[in-house]
């Protein structure tokens, strides 16, 4: 259909559609769309489209799905916040954003717009995606730090510019990775960047909740906290902190909840785009390192019964993998002093998904276990990874498995192997 909007006029537009400007100019999300450009919006997203100027819109979209609002959603009080970070950065230093608010309370919304208006004004502007559960940058079970060339309307269409691998959709039992993975994207950021949003995700409640977003304020040291709150839900959290850091923004009504189901539609989306052309090949045991995992970090035993085995340090006792349940006629023969066996089923690796690392622990790539091959001692690899296959280096385990597409199948144990 076609949509001439005059300026300064706006409309919101529920995905999923695609819009094309034949004329005139929109802003989308802080971001200038001219003509001949597109933007497309997919399930479960909404846009607002506010007129820079008088144009002409080409929608590809139902009816209902477009909606003329008597004013632009976007709170004068976010082009305030942006004013003020240009007013109060120090040149030299990396002005550090922290955004903090329950799920469906728009922070991947709020911290794209202010991304956008803060690239206008201070520079090189990093936004760091946290929330792995729904990843706008990067593969999910992930972080994603983009840092922006131009402005930019959703970030899953943007390569990201460095990746952190979790391993799974929740901090929950990979609290230790997950403030690692904060630590090292701050130093990364303090190298490219002039301004960092941090966007976290909606566990802001609770034991874990708490401790998580404390652990967060307590290493990253924001310059600012963005509370969007519909109430007082994350005062708790920011009680020890002085007044001047704390911007409180009330959450746009316009803000809906996303369903479960569309949640993992469009995680599973980036996920499956992520995988996309991914091809399998083969790492030799001996090339690699492994992390977070007891596989490969002791010392190789034979043992009968088993397909592999080795001796871990100390007190951590026995790896053994089998092709079956460990019954007694097997182990009854074994020595005495293998302390507590670990016991591993082959198999249940497979669609594991493993981050591929560099020497200096960069990640290189996300990627699929489609099998540890113990008869030739390989792992059989399915990834996008298109680099030199000697780069690779080590193998770091998560906890999500994935199907060869990349759709969701199940989880494992951290700890399992």
């Not at 695609?18 to 989308?28: N, R």
């Not at 952190?164 to 997950?178: D, K």
Request: glycine letters at 10%.
């Amino acid at each position: 259909m076609q949509l001439n909007i005059k300026k300064d006029e706006f409309y919101l537009l529920s995905g999923p559609a695609a819009v094309t400007v034949q004329s005139g100019a929109i802003e989308v999300i802080g971001a200038k769309v001219a003509v001949g450009e597109n933007v497309k919006v997919p399930v479960g997203k909404k846009i607002p489209l506010l007129g820079i100027e008088n144009t002409q819109l080409e929608i590809e979209a139902p009816q209902e799905a477009l909606t003329k609002m008597e004013s632009s959603s976007i709170p004068r009080e976010w082009d305030d916040l942006a004013a003020s970070i240009a007013t109060e950065k120090v040149k030299g230093t990396l002005y550090k954003v922290l955004v903090l608010g329950e799920v469906d309370t728009g922070k991947t919304f709020f911290s794209t717009y202010l991304a956008n208006r803060l690239l206008e004004k201070v520079g090189k502007t990093a936004i760091l995606d946290c929330d792995t559960g729904q990843s706008d940058i990067g593969c999910p079970g992930t972080f994603g730090m983009l840092v922006l060339k131009k402005q930019e309307i959703f970030l899953t269409e943007v390569e990201p510019t460095h990746m952190y691998f979790l391993g799974a959709h929740s901090p929950g039992l990979h609290f230790v990775p997950a403030l690692t993975g904060l630590v090292e994207m701050l130093r990364k950021a303090e190298k490219d960047a002039d301004a960092l949003i941090i966007d976290t995700t909606g566990w802001v409640q609770g034991d874990g909740g708490r401790a998580i977003k404390r652990a967060k304020l307590d290493i990253v040291q924001p310059d600012k906290v963005v509370l969007m709150q519909r109430g007082t839900e994350l005062e708790h959290l920011v009680r020890h902190l002085p007044p001047e850091k704390i911007v409180r923004l009330p959450v746009s009504k316009k803000a809906s909840s996303t369903s479960q189901m569309d949640r993992k539609e469009l995680r599973e989306l980036v996920s499956r785009r992520y995988f996309a052309g991914a091809k399998v090949f083969e790492i030799p045991f001996r090339q690699v390192f492994t992390d977070r995992s007891y596989f490969l970090t002791g010392t190789k035993i034979e043992l009968d019964g088993t397909l592999y085995a080795e001796k871990l340090s100390g007190w951590e006792g026995s790896l053994v993998v089998t092709s079956g349940p460990l019954v007694s006629d097997i182990t009854k023969d074994w020595p005495k002093d293998l302390g507590m066996i670990r016991s591993f089923i082959a198999g249940q690796e497979k669609g594991l998904m493993v981050a591929l690392l560099d020497a200096q622990q960069n990640m290189l790539a996300v990627a699929r276990l489609e099998e540890m091959d113990f008869l030739n001692n390989n792992f059989r690899i399915r990834s996008n990874y298109r680099g030199d296959l000697g780069q690779i280096k080590g193998i770091q385990f998560g906890s999500l498995k994935i199907t060869e597409s990349g759709n969701e199948a199940g989880f494992i144990e951290p700890g399992s192997f």
